[in-house]
């Protein structure tokens, strides 16, 4: 739509002939012709806004979401505190186990409230063939942590290891999720409700007599390798080989790696005509164990789990190639007829790291 305009008569009445000869006048009425232009022509074509009072309702800013992460690659440490059953609070029995899940936690930290039922389910699961071991590592910002870890040495002298992980339990299950830990004003109650003298309880925990020992419990998880709760050392009791898994990971990862540390400590010879299994990891960058022994004419399962990365494990002069994919299992009947070494190694070529993962099959008469 054209608008033309037209120069303003200078015998129009004085009110209109002021307005014209005011220059902010014409400059006001071109921009109120450009609006009205561009109102119509927004009609014309379906789209004219509707102008309301009404406030925009506000847009909520969605995250944008990210793939999710694999939990960190195990490490070990050398520097791991021997276990002491004297000093140690140890859930099982440490007489029969082979494995020991070392467990450097938090009372105020939410991830070891909820990495405390994954340990659970590693006892339920695996019975005398692991124990678990707590031990201190309260950090700086959490105000209640250091306190209530000396609570449960408190309960520990009054009625026993058996009070202790009653006491550990108690305060994991009730803490709000969130919050600060357990409030300290009902650190005596609990132990009163679990049946200890509430009296000495209070008089333990005012002495301040177990500060030391929390913060040396803290102080060896820290030459460990610990830098965060929980910080968990998966270690076989025979062989002193560990593996570090930090954060509250899921059950599914401390199967593997402890399903690792046994099969490397379970290759006694099977009773005759039975079959034997025996547990493999794969990871960036070994097989564990790397050597394997079994009796000539045993029946000889082999258990490859994949922990990181792609593999292959190849055993050439036995005919075997199977690849190995992260998070599965491969099963393989293991030929046992012939006495001899074998030699395996990977047969994906990916990484200059994989040349380093080789180990032996022994075949025993």
Known sequence: MALQWQETSQKQSGSRAGSASNPWFGISMALIGVIVGFGIGKWQGGSLPVITNTPPTPIAQVPTPTAPQPPPEPTSTDNLPAIDPKTD??????TKATVAVVEYSDFECPFCQRHHPTMKQVM?????????VYRHFPLSFHANAQ??????ECANELGGNDAFWKYTDAIFERST???????????????KELGLNESKFKDCLDSGKYAKHVQDDMSG?????VNGTPGNIVLNLKTDENRIISGAQPFAAFKTTID???GSDAQAAAPSGTA???KMTAELWKFTPNVVRVKQGEKVTLEVTGVSGTHGLS?????INETVIQGNTVRIDLPTDKVGTYDFLCSIQCGSGHSDMTGQIVIES
Not at 89 to 94: A, Y
Not at 124 to 132: G, L
Request: net charge negative; proline share 6%; aromatic share 8%.
């Open 147 to 152: 306190k209530e870890a000396e609570a449960t």
């Open 177 to 191: 999720v969130g919050g600060t830990g357990f409030p300290l004003e009902n650190l005596a109650p609990l132990a």
């Open 221 to 225: 998880g820290s030459a460990a390798g």
């Open 89 to 94: 609070h140890i859930r099982g029995d440490f």
């Open 260 to 262: 690792a540390l046994l």
């Open 315 to 319: 055993i050439p002069a036995l005919g």
């Open 276 to 278: 034997k299994t025996i």
């Open 124 to 132: 339920d699961t695996y019975k005398d063939d692991v124990v678990w």
